[in-house]
């Protein structure tokens, strides 16, 4: 049975910052990897970073160079610092992780946490 709690959502101005946090229930290291979406109103929901077990990190063409994907292993905790925010960044965040490598590879994740809003907006 695994939990991820997500945190750190609200409303932010455009070029401003906010750090997301993904508290799981058990230990972080046993997920082959872990993932950040983010689903916006009548749009699909989109894989904007991911995170290996061994440390690789990925991130979609949209985020990439604002958003870092980071974890703390010792506090079972997965980060996502969101910089140079757009209003396009406005969005449902969810948390997710994947326990095996063939999932990972086919963006087909196990466990979801239930999702924070962000809101870009001047």
């Known amino acids: 049975q695994v939990q991820l709690v997500e945190s750190g959502g609200g409303l932010v101005q455009p070029g401003g910052s906010l750090r997301l946090s993904c508290a799981a229930s058990?230990?972080?290291?046993?997920?082959?990897?872990m993932g950040w979406y983010r689903q916006a109103p009548g749009k699909q929901r989109e894989l904007i970073a991911t995170?290996?077990?061994?440390?690789?990190?990925t991130y979609a063409a949209s985020v990439k160079g604002r958003f870092t994907f980071s974890r703390d292993n010792a506090k079972n905790t997965a980060y996502l610092q969101m910089n140079s925010l757009k209003p396009e960044d406005t969005a449902v965040y969810y948390c997710?992780?994947?326990?095996?490598?063939?999932?990972?590879?086919?963006?087909?994740?196990?466990?979801w946490g239930q999702g924070t809003q962000v809101t870009v907006s001047s």
């Open positions: 058990g230990n972080i290291v046993t997920f082959y990897a």
């Open positions: 997710s992780a994947v326990v095996g490598a063939r999932d990972y590879a086919r963006d087909n994740y196990d466990y």
């Open positions: 995170l290996t077990r061994g440390g690789v990190t």
